[in-house]
């Protein structure tokens, strides 16, 4: 029986968290069960997933199966990328150091800020009375 090496890894931008699957292939790629295409609309989100494996040089070495959820589209693209960089560094360590590169391997940390009580927002404060 042969064995089939399986690659993994998780991703997290804003609210949105992606769990990648890297199977040796021909470059098929499956999120949420749905065609790549089928789930992100816009041409820029699909360059910005694609991104780490242009710069490895595998667009067609791999199968990625991809489970996404949270947040809105631009953070499950970004959630994406991330988990996908930090799986092909995985597979090859050579892959890191081009991917460090290109910031790729680091997290966005930024989230949206709470709302504080006793104002009307994370920032805004409510409008000051005088009498």
């Avoid at 699957?21 to 360059?47: A, K």
């Avoid at 694609?50 to 996404?68: G, H, M, R, Y």
């Avoid at 991330?82 to 910031?103: M, N, P, Q, T, Y």
Wanted: aromatic content about 6%; glycine content about 8%.
């Amino acid at each position: 029986m042969v064995e089939v090496v399986k690659y993994g890894a998780t991703g997290r931008r804003k609210t949105s968290v992606a769990r990648v699957n890297l199977i040796p292939g021909t470059g098929v790629v499956q999120i949420n069960e749905r065609p790549f295409e089928e789930f992100f609309n816009r041409e820029t989100d699909r360059i910005i997933i694609l991104e780490p494996l242009k710069l490895t040089n595998t667009l067609n070495q791999f199968d990625i199966i991809a489970k996404v959820s949270g947040g809105g589209v631009s953070g499950q693209t970004g959630a994406l990328r991330l988990a996908l960089s930090r799986a092909l560094s995985a597979c090859d360590h050579e892959h890191k150091s081009v991917l460090k590169k290109a910031a790729c391997l680091s997290r966005d940390p930024r989230m949206k800020e709470r709302k504080k009580p006793g104002q009307k927002g994370a920032r805004k404060k409510f409008q000051w009375v005088k009498r």
